[in-house]
């Protein structure tokens, strides 16, 4: 336990704390946040992989017995 006369006093003065922002401010703060939606990065995923989906491999990129190289040739893949 402490005694009361040992207690370590600020010698510098200190300013006293302001908040940031006025009250107004805050309200228009909290009103965004409340309207905010969070991004899905899930859903822009999904939309790339959609469009790349839809675009073939070129040719000499795609194995021999790939899919898209088995339907012209019905490898029976």
Known sequence: MTASGAVQRFTRPVRQWTPPLSGG??????DRLRVWTAFDGGALLDDVAAALDDVPPRPKNSPRNSPTACAATSCGW
Request: aromatic letters at 0%; proline letters at 0%.
């Open 25 to 30: 401010q805050l309200t228009t703060v909290l």
